[in-house]
Structure formats: structure tokens, C-alpha cells
């Protein structure tokens, strides 16, 4: 099972802001096989990134990911209060698929 | 316009069977991987597994084998998740999501509202 490790846990930025997150892979994630969902409190999870940096139809362009193998990012750029959220990633390259453990990202 | 609609929140009894759906709408159902994701209260997301329903094919993660079972019906364009004995650790949100990519293991792109199944005495 590829265990992924989101940091940091919580995250504190101001309006237009960059932020940056972190998921590590216990093993090679193949073919960059890696999405990212944000979710906001009270709501199911909305898809951002698929393919490690390919942006999910509708999302901004501030958000960005980027990553190969076992080291993934995702940027957002010039923050908005409406980014606050738990941002997960997500591996689904081998099955068991898995998912990090969150990152939360508070933006005031 | 693509979505899925999941069926309202449940109280149940430890011991209890029950069956929650995922409706579909606005695109081909049976062509897409269907998948099922848990979120325990104040916790994160588990996969728990993906069910193909033009031919019922399913991939199960191991870490729920033998404790749900996922089902689908072609015509009425609706997945299901199911439980023959619940207990009090099944408390959760149980999400459906559509894979993004036609007929391939992709991205969840489309997700359920949830449905919250509440397990207590």
C-alpha cells in the first residue's frame, strides 16, 4: 500500500498569499498518477488536479500542481478567503488507492 | 448536466442491514468507474472501493473486504453501497464519485453530496 504524508498539517496564510503543500509518497507513484480535492467545511470534495499537475475543468488557474515519483506540490497563488479548506491528495496508481491526511489551509 | 445524487442520512441500530444509493444523471452510467469513499468524523478520506457497471467488475480495498458490499443497476442508472450487520465504528459520510476518464482507474471527478450513517444504541 503506498502510504502518502500531506505537511504540513495546518496551514495560516493572509489574502494574496502563495501557498504551498506537500505530499510524499512511500513509493514511486506511477505515471505521476496523483489528484488533489479540496474540501470546505460541510461539503463533499471537489477534484483541483488529476495526472499530478493537469487542472480539473472549472479550477483557476492560481492553483498549480507539480511533482514526479514520490514528491508532489500544490501552489495557490494569490490566496482568497474562499481557499479555506482541507486540501487532500490522493494516489491512484496501485490499489489499494489512498489518500494523505489533509492538509488545512486557513486564509484570513 | 453530470451529477450524482445520494440517498439521505440514516440512524440505525448495531446489528442493522442497510443499503445507501448514488443515483447518476447526465452522462453514460454504465461507462465510468463508480467509486465509494469514507470519511469518518473529523477524519479524512479512505477508498474503499470502485465498481465498473457495465459488467459489474469491482476492485475492493482490502482494509473493508467482507464488511460492505458494492452493487450497481444498469437501469436505473444507480450504484449501491451495502452492509449486512452495521456497527458503531461504520459512523461516517459515505461519499460516491464518478472516475474521471471513460471506462479507465482515474481521478474522482464528480462526487455524491454524502450520506451521513449514523450507527448507535
Known amino acids: 500500500e503506498i502510504v502518502l504524508t500531506q505537511s504540513p498539517g495546518t496551514l495560516s496564510l493572509s489574502p494574496g498569499e502563495r501557498a504551498t503543500l506537500s505530499c510524499r509518497a512511500s513509493?514511486?507513484?506511477?505515471?505521476?498518477?496523483l489528484a488533489w480535492y479540496q474540501q470546505r467545511p460541510g461539503q463533499a470534495p471537489r477534484l483541483l488536479i488529476y495526472?499530478?499537475?493537469s487542472r480539473a475543468t472549472g479550477v483557476p488557474d492560481r492553483f498549480s500542481g507539480s511533482g514526479s515519483g514520490t514528491n508532489f506540490l500544490l501552489t495557490i497563488n494569490r490566496l482568497e478567503p474562499e481557499d479555506s479548506a482541507v486540501y487532500h491528495c490522493?494516489?491512484?496508481?496501485?490499489?489499494?488507492?489512498?489518500f494523505g491526511q489533509g492538509t488545512k489551509l486557513e486564509v484570513k | 448536466e453530470v451529477q450524482l445524487v445520494q440517498s439521505g442520512a440514516e440512524v440505525k441500530k448495531p446489528g442493522e442491514s442497510l443499503k445507501i444509493s448514488c443515483g447518476a444523471s447526465g452522462y453514460i452510467f454504465a461507462t465510468y468507474w463508480i467509486g465509494w469513499v469514507r470519511q469518518m468524523p473529523g477524519k479524512g478520506l479512505e477508498w474503499m472501493g470502485l465498481?465498473?457497471?457495465?459488467?459489474?467488475?469491482?476492485r475492493d480495498n482490502p482494509s473493508f473486504q467482507g464488511q460492505v458490499t458494492l452493487s450497481a443497476d444498469k437501469s436505473a442508472n444507480t450504484a449501491y453501497l451495502q452492509w449486512s450487520s452495521l456497527e458503531a465504528s461504520d459512523t461516517a459520510i459515505y461519499y460516491c464519485a464518478r472516475c474521471r476518464d471513460l471506462a479507465y482507474f482515474d481521478a474522482f471527478d464528480i462526487w455524491g453530496q454524502g450520506t451521513m450513517v449514523t450507527v448507535s444504541s
Open positions: 495526472g499530478a499537475s
Open positions: 465498481i465498473y457497471p457495465a459488467n459489474f467488475d469491482t
Open positions: 513509493q514511486s507513484v506511477r505515471d505521476s498518477f
Open positions: 490522493q494516489q491512484y496508481a496501485g490499489s489499494p488507492w489512498t
